[in-house]
């Protein structure tokens, strides 16, 4: 809709593709120290030492986004540009993301990467579809994690590195879904039964309707995983019951921002500002 608003008759369509995207900002990586962080991490459980700077594995991609940052967008010739430019980014850092991949789902099932960085960067294109990968790609999957500074390492790697703004609406719920009322999304008389009543009902509904009762259990598995995501994830405070959506987007938006003079404009529930589980993040 932004888009087709801002179209100006008699020029080309603006490019878009780099800027506008989509993933679970939650699972992935939010900043470059998250994975040296899980490396240092594992490197200690096997004796190692790790000191390689990710921000090397960046550094590729740089100059393709340095082309599409200076391109105007108002001629054909351009569009054509900020494709290709585009195109060549994500070449240069596939298999950097494919390391994100790996290290966010390893991240929730609390495993050991036991891979050689320092060797492995040398090929890290040996990466997409190795074993290793193929052994979290179902999760990945799933999941869809989200990697900041592999979208944009023109944000990450720049000396002030962050977004300037954050503007957004985080969903509020926890990371749980009931069956219940799953169900009633889809029949809405089953929250007026008994509990009995309502049992024997969704017994009923199962059998009737197996591809909604499979989206249930699809669900449930991906919220269970989510659950995971941010107990395990650079969410402080968040280890004690269902984890609030909330509170974990407060603390990747505070991650994601330029330190000095970033800015946030978000939509947050009172509790943020009075909950005990929130003082960390006021502070």
Same mark, same amino acid.
């Given at each position: 809709?932004?888009?087709?608003?801002?179209? /100006?008759?008699? =020029?080309?369509?603006?490019?878009?593709?780099?800027?506008?995207?989509?993933?679970?900002?939650?699972?992935?990586?939010?900043?470059?120290?998250?994975?040296?962080?899980?490396? /240092?991490?594992?490197?200690?459980?096997?004796?190692?030492?790790?000191?390689?700077?990710?921000?090397?594995?960046?550094?590729?991609?740089?100059?393709?986004?340095?082309?599409?940052?200076?391109?105007?967008?108002?001629?054909?010739?351009?569009?054509?540009?900020? /494709?290709?430019?585009?195109?060549?980014?994500?070449?240069?850092?596939?298999?950097?993301?494919?390391?994100?991949?790996?290290?966010?789902?390893?991240?929730?099932?609390?495993?050991?990467?036991?891979?050689? =960085?320092?060797?492995?960067?040398?090929?890290?294109?040996?990466?997409?579809?190795?074993?290793?990968?193929?052994?979290?790609?179902?999760?990945?999957?799933?999941?869809?994690?989200?990697?900041?500074?592999?979208?944009?390492?023109?944000?990450?790697?720049?000396?002030?590195?962050?977004?300037? /703004?954050?503007?957004?609406?985080?969903?509020?719920?926890?990371?749980?879904?009931?069956?219940?009322?799953?169900?009633?999304?889809?029949?809405?008389?089953?929250?007026?039964?008994?509990?009995?009543?309502?049992?024997?009902?969704?017994?009923?509904?199962?059998?009737?309707?197996?591809?909604?009762?499979?989206?249930?259990?699809?669900?449930?598995?991906?919220?269970?995983?989510?659950?995971?995501?941010?107990?395990?994830?650079?969410?402080?405070?968040?280890?004690?019951?269902?984890?609030?959506?909330?509170?974990?987007?407060?603390?990747?938006?505070?991650?994601?921002?330029?330190?000095?003079?970033?800015?946030?404009?978000?939509?947050?529930?009172?509790?943020?500002?009075?909950?005990?589980?929130?003082?960390?993040?006021?502070?």
């Amino acid at each position: 809709a932004v888009w087709i608003h801002t179209f /100006v008759p008699g =020029l080309p369509l603006s490019f878009l593709d780099h800027n506008l995207v989509e993933g679970n900002s939650l699972v992935g990586i939010g900043k470059l120290d998250e994975i040296k962080d899980k490396f /240092v991490e594992d490197q200690k459980g096997l004796g190692g030492l790790f000191s390689y700077d990710p921000k090397n594995l960046l550094e590729d991609s740089i100059e393709p986004l340095k082309i599409l940052s200076k391109l105007s967008d108002s001629n054909l010739k351009d569009i054509k540009k900020a /494709v290709q430019s585009n195109l060549e980014a994500k070449e240069k850092i596939k298999h950097v993301s494919a390391l994100c991949d790996i290290i966010s789902i390893a991240r929730i099932r609390k495993e050991i990467i036991d891979v050689d =960085l320092e060797r492995l960067r040398e090929d890290l294109n040996s990466l997409i579809g190795s074993s290793l990968y193929k052994k979290y790609e179902s999760e990945i999957k799933s999941l869809n994690p989200f990697h900041f500074p592999i979208s944009f390492p023109e944000v990450f790697l720049r000396p002030n590195p962050g977004f300037d /703004v954050i503007v957004g609406n985080p969903p509020w719920e926890e990371a749980t879904i009931e069956e219940d009322s799953f169900w009633a999304r889809y029949f809405p008389g089953l929250g007026g039964l008994s509990q009995r009543a309502q049992e024997e009902e969704k017994e009923l509904l199962r059998k009737q309707w197996p591809n909604l009762n499979l989206e249930y259990e699809k669900d449930k598995k991906i919220k269970k995983s989510m659950r995971q995501a941010l107990i395990s994830g650079e969410f402080p405070g968040m280890g004690t019951g269902d984890p609030d959506y909330y509170k974990a987007f407060c603390w990747r938006f505070w991650q994601l921002i330029e330190k000095q003079n970033g800015r946030i404009g978000i939509v947050l529930p009172r509790s943020t500002f009075v909950s005990e589980g929130s003082s960390e993040f006021r502070n």
